[in-house]
C-alpha cells in the first residue's frame, strides 16, 4: 500500500481546516451595542442617579474584545436612559469574567463595581444565559446576551441602592 502524496493530501487539509475555522463564533458580538427598549425601562425605573462608566477588563486580560464590547454595551444603555455622566462622582468599572457564545446559545458573567468617592458601595457578579434558534441572527442574539447582563444590573436592589438618585 502505497503513502498518499503530500499534494494529493492539500485539498483534504484546507477542507479540513476551512470547516473547523467555520464552526467557530466570535465570543463577542460582531455588531455594535444599541439601546434596547427592555433596558431603556429598567434603568428608568432604577431610581439611579446618572453615572460614569470606568474601566472593563476580563480576567487576565484573556478576552480585551468582550470587557470593552460590555463597557459599551452598558454605556450606550446608560445614555439612551439619560443617565450617563462622565464626571459622575459615581463610578461603575467591570471586570469579565467569563463570555462563552455560540451558534445557539450563549452565557456572560462579569463583576461589576462601584465607587463612590473613591469607597467601593456595591461589588457583585452577575450571569447572564439566553439560547436562540439555529436560524436566528447570530450576531443580534449575542449582544443581546450582554443587555440582558446589563438589565440584570439595573433591577439589581443592591445596585440600586448604591447609586440612588
Not at 481546516?17 to 433596558?39: H, I, K, L, R
Not at 439566553?130 to 442574539?141: C, K, Y
Not at 439595573?154 to 445596585?159: A, G, I, K, L
Amino acid at each position: 500500500m502505497s503513502r498518499p502524496s503530500f499534494s494529493r493530501l492539500l485539498p483534504v487539509l484546507v477542507l479540513a481546516a476551512a470547516a473547523v475555522m467555520g464552526c467557530a463564533q466570535p465570543a463577542v458580538p460582531t455588531e455594535s451595542a444599541q439601546v434596547t427598549t427592555d433596558n431603556f425601562s429598567k434603568a428608568k425605573a432604577a431610581g439611579i442617579r446618572p453615572v460614569a462608566v470606568g474601566e472593563f477588563r476580563s480576567v487576565k486580560d484573556s478576552k480585551p474584545a468582550e470587557a470593552r464590547h460590555l463597557k459599551d454595551t452598558l454605556s450606550t444603555e446608560l445614555s439612551g436612559a439619560g443617565l450617563l455622566d462622565p464626571a459622575s462622582g459615581a463610578v461603575v468599572e467591570g471586570e469579565l469574567v467569563s463570555a462563552d457564545l455560540g451558534k445557539t446559545s450563549g452565557t456572560v458573567a462579569a463583576r461589576f463595581i462601584v465607587t463612590t468617592g473613591g469607597r467601593v458601595v456595591y461589588d457583585k457578579e452577575l450571569r447572564s444565559s439566553s439560547t436562540w434558534r439555529a436560524d436566528a441572527n447570530v450576531p443580534r442574539e449575542q449582544g443581546l446576551v450582554y443587555s440582558k447582563l446589563v438589565g440584570q444590573l439595573f433591577t439589581d436592589p443592591m445596585f440600586r441602592n448604591a447609586v440612588p438618585r
